[in-house]
């Protein structure tokens, strides 16, 4: 690739803009991520520890590809999952799966669908709009509000399916999409239980950083670069994406920048998506990132109550605090689990450290008949 400055990148798809002030972190933080380990990833590291298994496959459930249409009449694609001794003449109840921000349903979503189907629920992995087989242009766009569209959307089809309770239907977010599916929950009462997993609050990390970090004039200077990159595509200039994860490793590569690549630039969880480019994989649009700015899904997150919320976070996990605020917001029933010893992306594939049994009975009790 062809470095333009050090935060530029040229990657044939579009220029992709770096942003190291989401990463920036406290001593006590970084103390906490065990850099010793992190730094001995090389370029081409894959760490399988805790067996890792983004990819798990089960010959106890079966699974499909579907199509459904949003309020906006975009397509949103998902794979659902059907338990093969589910009782047809019975309702069952169902989960939506969310991915985390910048992946695809195939990239941890459908895991977590794959293993709560093993244990007796209806489940469908979706693509968020802009992201993966879903529709919308263009490609990598960020729109808060249509993204948890999408988790209604898939309301909509599920409870419409005559083997599934409309009135036990729970959603499941991963990384961002614990944001969206909040953002969701607050205006669809349907949604009977919500759980998050390594949640990202992707408005105040975009507005604050990590540990509130960022400056007020730094956020306006974002927000002046994408404004000012508006005139430049619309008089026909190259689009430019934005954060998501490196593509290659350097000596002076930041922790979390390990952390991501090792899921998302490896054979561990990297997944193109069907007519993608690995140049974009993981980048949102420049000048929509912005859009994250006015994104709050934790305002009024007390008002899903008396609808259960659990929120799932590794102890070492840089994120935490986004699960941890969540938590300290939201009026009970309310439960935030600790995963001993698990990073953010940790808890994206490693099946030895993801709590099933804590999500399977926050569901079954939730979501009982």
Not at 7 to 34: F, N, P, Y
Not at 161 to 190: E, H, M, T, W, Y
Not at 330 to 350: C, I, S, T
């Amino acid at each position: 690739m062809e470095m333009k400055r050090n935060d530029e990148t040229t990657q044939g798809h579009g220029v992709i803009i770096g942003r190291r002030k989401l990463l920036q972190l406290s001593g006590a933080s970084l103390a906490a991520m065990s850099l010793a380990a992190m730094s001995s990833l090389s370029a081409m590291a894959q760490d399988l520890s805790n067996g890792a298994n983004n990819f798990y496959t089960s010959d106890k459930v079966t699974k499909r590809k579907v199509t459904f249409k949003s309020q906006y009449e975009e397509n949103v694609v998902g794979n659902l999952f059907t338990p093969k001794a589910l009782d047809r003449n019975a309702k069952a109840p169902a989960i939506v799966v969310g991915h985390p921000m910048g992946a695809v349903k195939e990239q941890s979503s459908t895991l977590y669908a794959t293993m709560m189907a093993e244990r007796g629920f209806v489940t469908l992995a979706i693509d968020l709009p802009f992201w993966g087989e879903s529709g919308g242009q263009p490609r990598n766009l960020v729109s808060p509000d249509v993204y948890a569209e999408a988790f209604s959307a898939a309301v909509d089809y599920l409870g419409s399916q005559n083997f599934v309770d409309r009135n036990r239907i729970g959603a499941l977010g991963i990384c961002g999409s614990g944001s969206f599916v909040i953002s969701a929950a607050k205006i669809d009462p349907r949604m009977k239980a919500v759980a998050t997993v390594s949640m990202y609050d992707m408005g105040s990390a975009n507005r604050n950083a990590l540990n509130h970090s960022q400056t007020v004039e730094q956020r306006k200077q974002m927000i002046a670069a994408a404004a000012e990159q508006r005139y430049a595509e619309f008089a026909g200039a190259e689009r430019k994406y934005t954060s998501g994860t490196v593509h290659e490793l350097t000596a002076g590569s930041h922790p979390i920048e390990r952390e991501f690549y090792d899921f998302y630039r490896t054979r561990r969880g990297e997944f193109t998506p069907r007519g993608g480019s690995p140049a974009t994989t993981t980048h949102p649009t420049l000048t929509s990132n912005v859009k994250f700015m006015n994104f709050y899904p934790f305002n009024d997150i007390e008002t899903i109550s008396p609808r259960p919320m659990l929120f799932i976070t590794g102890d070492q996990a840089h994120s935490k605090e986004f699960s941890e605020d969540a938590y300290k917001r939201a009026a009970e029933p309310k439960e935030l689990h600790y995963v001993r010893g698990a990073g953010h992306v940790d808890l994206y594939d490693r099946v030895n450290l993801i709590p099933w049994g804590k999500l399977e009975s926050f569901f079954s009790q939730h979501l009982a008949a």
